[in-house]
């Protein structure tokens, strides 16, 4: 009799610990779920594309050589200058023309692909960078290489320098020498506003200094330039040039 009460009393005890054990886990159950939830993680929002900023030269920063896209046209006479925009090609590559920027030191930078690092393009003809390009490739990375270099948007904010006019020319002062192009006398005069009403312009002088700082004097027949068409009496010029259009002595 006895030991049937402390048999019935030991399941008992049994009972009620487990369930003591049941509630607890479950007390611990809604707490975590009360904290973390049960839904499914949300997934982070996907990151928006960067706003293209505009560099202070007037082209966007967003341009680098992992973009593609159209070629642009391989002009033989252009040169170009800082901030300008060109598509770089290998035809045995068959892949889609890179885009590229002329960095503001005046360099096209190949240290991704092809690895053959800077090169100093400002001031050069897509032809003749073209050239430079073919020949570093096929020293190092291919048998033959045909390489297209096209400018597809060129950067009409970079100067090369300034030059500066005085005398009888419309509106005197200092111009810009766009990297763009080859500034000649001529069209440093049209720029200025055209030679005034007693110019001589048969005898306008551009002074400019030599390497060790002489300065040297040109005689340039703007007027034979712009009304006969002789360009071959013009003059391409430098950064520092002063170009002065004198008076006629007799002015009618």
């Known amino acids: ?34 904290q973390f939830g049960t839904g499914s993680a949300p997934y982070a929002a996907p990151a928006q594309p960067a706003q293209d900023l505009p560099a202070p030269n007037g082209v966007y920063n967003n341009y680098n ?25 290998i035809a045995q590559d068959r892949e889609a023309p890179q885009v590229m920027r002329v960095t503001d030191t005046g360099e096209l930078d190949f240290s991704l692909f092809p690895k053959i690092g800077r090169v100093s393009v400002v001031g050069r003809n897509c032809a003749e960078v073209a050239a430079e390009l073919k020949h570093k490739l096929e020293a190092d990375y291919y048998y ?20 500066y006019l005085t005398g009888n020319v419309a509106i005197p002062g200092v111009q810009d020498l766009p990297s763009s192009e080859h500034t ?23 002074t400019r200094k030599d390497k060790t700082g002489k300065p040297e004097r040109y005689t340039i027949d703007v007027s034979a330039i712009i009304e006969k068409g002789r360009t071959d009496k013009d003059m391409e010029l430098q950064d520092g040039d002063y170009i002065n259009v004198p008076q006629n002595i007799i002015n009618f």
């Open 144 to 163: 033959k290489a045909d390489v297209t270099l096209g400018i597809n948007q060129v950067n009409h904010l970079d100067s090369r320098g300034k030059v």
């Open 184 to 206: 000649m006398v001529s069209t440093a005069i049209i720029r200025a506003g055209g030679l005034a009403k007693f110019a001589n312009g048969h005898k306008v002088q551009v």
């Open 65 to 89: 050589a992992q973009e593609t896209g159209a070629l642009g046209a391989p002009d033989p006479t252009k040169p170009l200058g800082r901030g300008d925009i060109v598509t770089f090609s």
């Open 1 to 34: 009799m006895t030991s049937r009460i402390c048999a019935r009393l030991i399941l008992l005890v049994g009972i009620a610990a487990l369930a003591q054990v049941k509630a607890t886990a479950q007390a611990v159950l809604d707490a975590a779920q009360s």
